[in-house]
């Protein structure tokens, strides 16, 4: 690999943690800058390296850096949102991938949106109903905490995501 990509890759990386550091609180999934970031780094950069990226982000959490929105270690992956951290490598080699066809980048970040949140409301409905316990959720309850609430935070983040990530690839267009 080379140096670029991997300076590249680790600055993504980097954003992507910085991410996790600003968000709002909501009574089950807080709101992070991660997914803006990952969905803007899979729009400029394209599959391949993002999703490195974001394998790379649950690497280091899972190793024990503080880098998900709830701490970090092994043990993590039985946080209900741990789902999300998973399926930021899906989303961003499937934003990646359609952003490299051609797609309109609003598109593709809602299309990844919908991915992210079928895997991370699947993984929480299994960690709450499955392995922690007593706190089981309804279907009803886990489709509105982790779905409907974030949301609106969420259109918002593919809005200014397609963006932010239009004007940088036509700034820095061999990125």
């Known amino acids: 690999m080379k140096t670029k990509n ?19 609180p909501l009574p089950t999934v807080p709101l992070t800058l991660q997914w803006f970031f990952v969905m803007a780094i899979a729009d400029i950069i ?27 270690g092994f043990w993590s992956i039985l946080s209900p949102t741990f789902g999300y951290s998973l399926g930021f490598i899906v989303t961003a080699f499937l934003i990646g991938y359609l952003s490299e066809k051609g797609m309109n980048l609003f598109l593709a970040n809602a299309i990844g949106t919908a991915v992210l949140y079928a895997l991370g409301g699947a993984y929480g409905y299994v960690i709450l109903n499955f392995f922690t316990e007593g706190s089981g959720i309804t279907l009803k309850a886990l489709v509105w905490s982790f779905m409907v609430l974030p949301l609106p935070g969420d259109i918002i983040k593919i809005v200014v995501a397609s963006i932010v990530a239009k004007r940088v690839k036509k700034a820095v267009p061999n990125i």
């Open 6 to 24: 991997m300076a590249i890759i680790a600055l993504c990386t980097a954003l992507i943690i910085v991410g996790a550091y600003i968000k709002i």
């Open 46 to 72: 394209g599959k391949g390296r993002a999703s490195i990226s974001a394998g790379l982000y649950v690497i280091l959490g899972l190793v024990g850096l503080p880098v998900f929105t709830t701490g970090g």
